[in-house]
């Protein structure tokens, strides 16, 4: 890749991240809200954006990596411009969550860790999301859908192939 | 201190030891893991689980502080029960290919699976299968034997200072991972092999060679350099198979220079015969006739004698009394680096031990890169600098350590004598003086800041000061070094007649070799130019390779055309090609000798490894050559060479009572103390020119042994330095721009590619010594100009 | 939206819950928040606050069910290092998620609370660690931060007392682990969220080396209610030893699944019938999980327990978050086993031995015997690799991946069997 392809934080955000990083008592605490910028600006996490993340934090690689791949949010590979995650764990499973999930693969013949020919969807099953009231929990891209059945997922999918807002 | 009971015997430790330290303390077996004494504690494998009364589960005793009263139980049918689940779980995922794998034998896991396991497993499903990383050079991965104990992790943070291993990934999906290119950016990555408690991080070199049971160990004293550390010597039928740190050593670990030299030892470079030149070639020859050759060249000849300083000090002494019954005129020089040969020189090693230096309030460290010099030290320098003390820096570069250097300033050699007024102007005004510091003072005008941050580390409750080779190797070193005794003594670090500095030596013995050879020794340059002028006949080279080593390689080159070489030596190298006769002498794995460290540290060898060959020890080859020259035997064995060195030697007194049977431990040779005082010469200083040069030492390349040794070599490629770098400004003050240049010097014009860092001084060329501008490293200043000349 | 209260019962972090905007400062100072603010701030010293808070009986909602007023006082002072106070929203344990209704519907009391209990232990630096997926509710304290700076709430001098402190909200990024208390401290360094051994506790070294007190965004929303009506007020709320108020996030098979904070105390067939709506089949629970997924299960024969750590305990399981999970006669408990299973082992940090091995191959294990491939070897197993995580390692979610595991052993041996039994019919 040559330098000119090499990710690179925009200057507004290199000044975001000047004024976050004095806000805690070492730059290092900085990396986890870093990592969210770089994965908002540039779709994932890539080795090149890790590193670029490393440099502008004055971290070494290794601790880039090691955080990137603890946390499950952080994503290393690109997914649809839409991330359905189903909440699996046992509140929703008691109210249909393992149907729902399994609906929604074939629905969008996906499965985990793959994207719709359109580019629009990624699917994955996800842990507790905290809103078992709502139980089952869809989350699009962090946005809560709560109680949601096959018909209101579809409803949505449609929604954003129509290229509506949802 | 905390009163416990340890299975009902009553112990005592210092509060806030841990339990596993108080068992280990007292001879009570825990099994661990993760814990290793000098990394920090992780907790994480569970396998030291122990019973305390009143608390409803097993705690981990590495982790739990002993307290007053506590009743600790090592061993039930609850903790059998829980060991043995441990070890099920380690198990479930390990790939159980103990005769395969090289650490069976010496592996953790395996032991404890007998001591403590259940002897069949219960898991059904699949096993978990990581990859295998490069790790370069010296280390074999077999990462699906990995328990995750983070031993390496934390090694390679806390100790190599590199941080480039990291834990990968969560749950059971979590991987031991190294981010490299070529190789662990680590000159300590050889301990990985040895922190690892299974086979998953393997010694590469030996991978498959060996095993374990088949080796016989020597324990024996690495003198690749002068930190000397006590190392185990493996063996099989008398080879050389692998260097590993001694256990209960001072230093737990050995850097990759002193561990994987241990090829050379059975390289086609290593001399095993006498040989004789004949023509083109040098033919092996028995001793008698090429001991024959050797007198008709140095009988009655105008000889010149160069020597390491790296043999044991009764090889050393052998030298000495060689030249004062065979050639009472000649002169001696044992040191490539000295320019200034005032009596400075002698008063070398350190006035502090290791350990005192890393709990010292503040390190100052002058012009040294003691990561490649002495690495060891530097890992101690760096567990100060983890724990928060500072480091303060000068120097001319700003040398990569893997370690925070709190304080640091680029500065020229030229500008050593500035930065040492000004401090000692910031100290007078402290109100803190030395006698001799005005005279001093008087001799110099110039001023230069960074002696402000010096006077600032001086002025700490403790203070250690490393004086490198910037200085030592300074045309006005004595100067430098009497002013920097003066600061010390200043900031009451120091008394009068005392100095408070270390001053890093270039190699090994530095203390005797003071006083045995103080009266005739000579600069290294000086007698090379002898040479090449015709005022000698021949060099006796003892284990020197001034050609591929040192700052005078171009004198060195110039001198052996002209003269005839005797070449005495464990290693032919480079040297061979001059030799006229080579006599093998006995490596340091093979002698039955004694060896200072730059702390005054003694090590007397006891079971050394039987010759290979027909080599000798250097102090039976000395004395043949003595014999054979004068027909007189000044010392017909160890003990009567001893003497000589208790007469010639009185700082080394204490040797004798080693010798004794003294524990080695109890006895500490001290270095000589500052003899001379000298005065700022400035007058003689060489910087008519516009850049000073500076020379870079390679671990990996320095020294007949390391570049005997293939895997050294082959390190050194991956870690090559660069050949010529400058400062970016300094090219743009002189107009110029980075690529071809031409370098004007005493000694002609060439042409090199020289690059630009930020990280040296500007004004400043740094010329790797074994770089394909090597030979600049014995200029002191030189100019720049663009392109071709 | 908050679950509607049918019976008006004493609340305390829900008062103002379904106060319409009350997310806005504007709105919140309407219904006293920050009004007694200043008084604290004027009046009351660390020494005070910390009687208040050990009178008032309050215990950690964060599952521990730790003394605050306690934890406040093992806090040293001048150690001449900062103190930090962070704020645990991380809210990961399955079926808990009462945090996430106090952050969207009132931040204000969060923020008010961080800004006592900062106040009391002299912190300059406060950090609400928010877990990653509650992008809402991390926009909508984002927001109610900045209103408290605007209105000199928070930041320099704080309404001219002389108090200065600072409050960042922070987001994790999908690791359970990361509530554990010192997981979350090493998040917050912006490592990896591996829990530390103890001691050192938090107290006295935690964030950076520093001394750090972190508490449950419930704890810390009670703490204004506690300053103002005082502590003896609280201690007189709920039972002895059970003080106060409690919010409750039941889930699984009830009709009304919800929020419902309640005096300590109250009992558990009153909480499901009168605000849950009832089971969704049957009269009695089949399973009740009392404290989230990691608590063991109570059952039917439980119905009626007092909602309090100790009748909890008493029961045999804890109070935990208050997370309480009803599982009715139709639930497959193999499968939620196997389910939970899951969650643990894809939790696990892996640091532990026994975790990170014991949580994987108890999943494997349970997926062949959910699957009907199970074996009796399989049961033993599953048993001793179990029993031999809890309580044997760094933090406590071994302890909680194997509290469903020995539950369904125990008290479902015959629907285990079954299992086994589908592979050979
Ligand atoms: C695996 C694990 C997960 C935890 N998750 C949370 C959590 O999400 N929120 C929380 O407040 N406490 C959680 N805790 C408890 C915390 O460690 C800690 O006890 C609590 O935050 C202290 O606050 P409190 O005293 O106010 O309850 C968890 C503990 C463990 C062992
Ligand atoms: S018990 Fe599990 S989650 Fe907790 S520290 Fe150990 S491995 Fe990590
Ligand atoms: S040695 Fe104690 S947990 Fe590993």
Redesign the pocket.
Known sequence: MSASEMPKFSEERLAEIDALVKRYPSAKSALMPVLYMAQQDFGYLSMDTQQMVADVLQLRLMEVREVVTFYTMFKEQPHGKYLLEVCTNASCMLNGADELYAHMKEYLGIGPGEITEDGLFSIAEVECAGACAGAPVVQVNNIYHEKATAESMEALITKVRAGEAI | MTELFINDEEVTVPAGTSILEACRKNGVDVPYFCYHPELSVAANCRMCLVEIEGMPKPLASCCTPVAEGMKVITHSEGLEKDRAMIMEYLLINHPLDCPVCDQGGACKLQDYAVEHGMGHGRYIDEKRVPSDKDLGPFVNTCMTRCIHCTRCVRFADEIAGTGDMGVLNRGDHMLIEGIVEDALESELSGNLSDICPVGALLDKPSHDVSRPWEMKKHKSTCTQCPQGCDIEIESRNDEVMRIRPAKGGVEPWICDRGRYVYDAFRSDNRLLTPRVRQGETLTDASWDDAIAKAVSLLKGKRVGIVFSPDWSVEGLTAIRLLRDTAFADAKVAFELHRRDMRPFAFEEGLSMSTKAIEGADQVVVLGSDIRQRLPILMQRLRKRANAGKPITRIGAMHYRTNADIAVDALIRPRDWHAVIASAMVQLTELGKLAAGMDAWLAKVDARHEAGKLLADALIADSCAMLVGEEIRCHEDAAALIHGLDLLMRAAGHTEVGKDGRNLLPEGMNAQLLSDVFGDVRTSAGTLFDAASQGELDTLLLVGSDPVGDGLFSRQAKAALEKVDLVQVGAISGDMGQYAAVQLPASAYSEVEGTFINMEGRVRVAENPLRSLGEERPMWKVMMRLAQALVHEVPAVNLDEIRKEIIERAPLCAALADVWAGESAKSVFIPSARNKGATLPNMASLNVAKALDVVSRYSMYREGAWARASALLSEAGRIHALDDLIVHPETLKELGLEQGELTVLSNTGAETFEVGTREDVSPGVLFVAKRGVAGDLSGETSVDLQGGQS | MISSDPKKVQRICFDNIEVENMHKLEVAKKHGAYAFLPTVLNEFDTDRIIDEVKTSGLR?????G?P?GL?WSFVPRNTGKPTYLLC?A????PGTFKDRDIMRFNPHLLIEGMIMAGFALGVKDAYIYVRGEFLHEYNVMCEAINEAYAANLLGENILGTGFSMNLLMHRGAGA??C???TALIESLEGKSGRPRFKPPFPAVEGFYACPTV???VE?ISTIPAILEHGGAWHAAIGKPNNTGCKIFSVSGHVNKPGNYEVPMGTSLRTLVEDFCGGLQHGTVPKVIIPGGSSTPWLLGEHYDVPLTYDDIMKAGSFLG?GAIIILDETADVVAVTRRLAHFYAHESCGQCTPCREGTGWVERILNRVDAGEGTQADIKVLKDASAHMAGRTI???AE?AAASVLSMLKHFPEEVEAKLAEKSS
């Open positions: 950690g909602r964060g599952g521990a730790f605050t934890k645990n991380d809210e990961g344990e359970y682990v509530g554990e208390e972190v508490n449950n704890t978050s933090c406590a979610l909680g």
